[in-house]
T-cell receptor, first 113, second 112 residues
């Protein structure tokens, strides 16, 4: 089992819809989770991080964490064509206290007009 | 631009040559990380450095790869005797302490 697993997609949604991106992780002791966005040929850009169970909202983005189910998700409301990118879920695994992130394979999101 | 600076952005090497990739962290950041992204694969951690110290190199291949972050100057990722399988995007990231990572634009290595 991969340490961080994402549904690879691709995921296609119409403009204005909600895009839902999912991620599971294997290490029950993981505490810190991150969502990055990566446009083709560009660097990863941090969208959100979440440490506590529940929801965390920032503008059109909501991250959800369920530690009992070892599940992290990212919801994008009112999706725009500019949101089309690869979304990377990452976690700090194994109790480390620094930025040694384990990334999932990424989910390709396409928002069509 | 106060972001993480990487150079060169693109590097072409023939098999057996050496590749040197440089990274200057964001101002005020003393922690540097190197990640590698192979074609069609996710980002993989390689090494974590602070000034003059390698903290965690558990993701570095055992041979041909080395990294340093000297007291003065950028962090350098060095790949000796490159092979085709080394072709990838190499990303550097910095953080102020143990906070979120800020990534540079990456150095794309092509080995012919």
């Amino acid at each position: 089992q991969k340490e961080v697993e994402q549904n690879s997609g691709p995921l296609s949604v119409p403009e204005g819809a909600i895009a839902s991106l999912n991620c599971t992780y294997s290490d029950r002791g993981s505490q810190s989770f991150f969502w990055y966005r990566q446009y083709s040929g560009k660097s990863p850009e941090l969208i959100m991080f979440i440490y506590s169970n529940g929801d965390k909202e920032d503008g059109r983005f909501t991250a959800q964490l369920n530690k009992a189910s070892q599940y992290v998700s990212l919801l994008i409301r009112d999706s725009q064509p500019s949101d089309s990118a690869t979304y990377l879920c990452a976690a700090i695994i194994g109790g480390t206290s620094y930025g040694k992130l384990t990334f999932g394979q990424g989910t390709i999101l396409t928002v069509h007009p | 631009n106060a972001g993480v600076m990487q150079n060169p952005r693109h590097l072409v090497r023939r098999r057996g040559q050496e590749a040197r990739l440089r990274c200057s962290p964001m101002k005020g950041h003393s922690h540097v990380y190197w990640y590698r992204q192979l074609p069609e694969e996710g980002l993989k951690f390689m090494v974590y450095l602070q000034k003059e110290n390698i903290i965690d190199e558990s993701g570095m291949p055992k041979e041909r790869f080395s990294a340093e972050f000297p007291k003065e100057g950028p962090s350098i990722l060095r790949i000796q005797q490159v092979v085709r399988g080394d072709s990838a995007a190499y990303f550097c990231a910095s953080s102020p302490m143990t906070g979120e990572l800020f990534f540079g634009e990456g150095s794309r290595l092509t080995v012919l």
